[in-house]
């Protein structure tokens, strides 16, 4: 892919020198567009040796190959990093008064900014306008974190670590085969509280959910991602991304009254949250104390089955997916009791796993089947969970046709 690099006048220019290696070990081919002002950070020898590529700042270099838009034009992504208020603000204005400002006015490839500056000057009003400006035309607008600044004080703009910004960068080249597809996904473990201090819950970190709901975003999805108990980390991209929304709920009953709201108008729904079946009878007002004795058994009442509900009641068109958590005997075993479950719950698809003490939860890694019409194994796939993410889209792609 041939890829531009913007760099504008921001101490953190140094990280984009690590950003520039990554893609080009990816194998990019990569062109740094400094501003004047970022190379009295990083200097043009660094760009031009890291890149392997010329670099130049000014649309008077290389006017012969009318480089001030071919570079535009070539690019496949454009990401500029750090992208500072004063470049967000030309960005906005479209102003062009020098390579980068034509480069970002001639290309029609998608372009991602990573923002660097002081907490201050990120929050003015100013500032909000413009990103705002930009996120509408469709820049993606990475970070910018929360931590520690440059001049010892902390707060939102710090750049972007450069791992993220080229994992993220690069998802916006995946193909946008999900466009206008609206979608709801479920993710976490829902709490049944027993009093103030306690409850029942499980195992699920929602990390697969949430991959689910940054897959489908990349490839074009407008998202409602209703999150059950989820670690904040594991949500941190999703809350990022401006095609995703995200509801938050606790209960089954919580989980299931906003599912149904968000199915109501999607395309696609995925139950990947991992639902209590049962919930206490009876939720103490105070703390239960092992002299009330109430601890040493709980009644337990049946939550509905929200995937199934939604099933029975789905619209023409609308697909339908279910998770099923399993430790199996064996291979033969897990199929049957995946295919079983389909059944009983009405789903289109149903995504197996298996799981043990030491497998399927927390961890990054997973490996699933595809169960589809007639219990037939529609697909496989292993690897990241954002990788089972994606061929689990890829299913849902391909059984929709
Ligand atoms: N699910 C649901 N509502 C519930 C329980 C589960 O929507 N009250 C959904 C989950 O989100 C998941 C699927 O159903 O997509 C499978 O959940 P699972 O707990 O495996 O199903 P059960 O019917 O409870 O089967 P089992 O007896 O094996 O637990």
Redesign the pocket.
């Known amino acids: 892919m041939n890829i531009v690099v913007g760099v504008t006048g921001g101490i953190a220019a140094y990280k984009t020198v690590h950003l520039v290696r990554l893609l080009i070990k990816a194998g990019h081919e990569v062109t740094v567009v400094p501003t004047e002002d970022a190379l009295r950070f990083v200097g043009l020898p660094t760009w031009e040796s890291i890149s392997r590529n010329a670099v130049t700042t000014s649309v008077h270099d290389d006017v012969a190959k009318v480089r001030h838009v071919a570079l535009g034009q070539a690019a496949d992504l454009v990401v500029v990093a750090p992208a500072t208020a004063n470049t967000i603000a030309k960005m906005a204005a479209g102003l062009a008064d020098d390579l980068l400002g034509t480069t970002l006015l001639a290309t029609t490839a998608p372009v991602a900014i990573a923002p660097a500056m002081h907490t201050e000057m990120w929050r003015h009003p100013a500032t909000r306008a413009n990103v705002e400006t930009l996120r509408g035309r469709g820049v993606a607008i990475l970070g910018p974190a929360d931590g520690e600044l440059t001049g010892g004080d902390a707060g939102p703009g710090r750049m972007l670590e450069p791992e993220q910004i080229f994992a993220t960068a690069l998802g916006l080249l995946r193909p946008r085969d999900l466009a206008d597809v609206r979608v709801a996904v ?1 993710a976490g473990g829902t709490r049944e509280p027993l009093d103030p201090v306690r409850f029942l819950g499980n195992r699920s970190s929602g990390r697969q959910g949430a991959a689910l709901a940054v897959a489908a975003a990349e490839r074009g999805a407008d998202v409602t991602l209703v999150t059950a108990h989820i670690e904040e980390e594991v949500l941190a991209e999703a809350v990022q991304h401006p095609s995703i929304r995200i509801v938050r709920s606790d209960t ?1 009953a919580e989980l299931g009254a906003a599912m149904r709201d968000a199915a109501a108008d999607a395309d696609v729904v995925v ?5 209590a ?1 049962y919930r206490p009878a009876e939720v103490a007002d105070g703390k239960l104390t092992k002299e009330s004795g109430r601890l040493r058994s709980i009644e337990l009442v049946e ?6 509900g939604l099933a029975a009641s789905r619209m023409p068109g609308q697909t339908i997916i ?4 399993e430790t199996p005997r064996d291979e033969a075993d897990l199929l049957d009791r995946a295919r079983r ?1 389909r059944e ?2 009405g789903v289109d698809l149903l995504v197996v796993n298996e799981v043990g003490w030491q497998q399927g939860f927390e961890a990054a890694e997973n490996a699933v089947q595809v169960i589809g019409e007639g219990g037939a194994v529609i697909a496989t796939a292993a690897g990241s969970k954002r990788d089972v993410a994606d061929g689990i889209w890829d299913a849902v792609i391909s059984a929709r046709r």
């Open positions: 479920s089954a139950m990947a949250a991992a639902v079946d939550n509905d089955d929200i995937v199934a279910a998770f099923a958590a479950k009983r719950k």
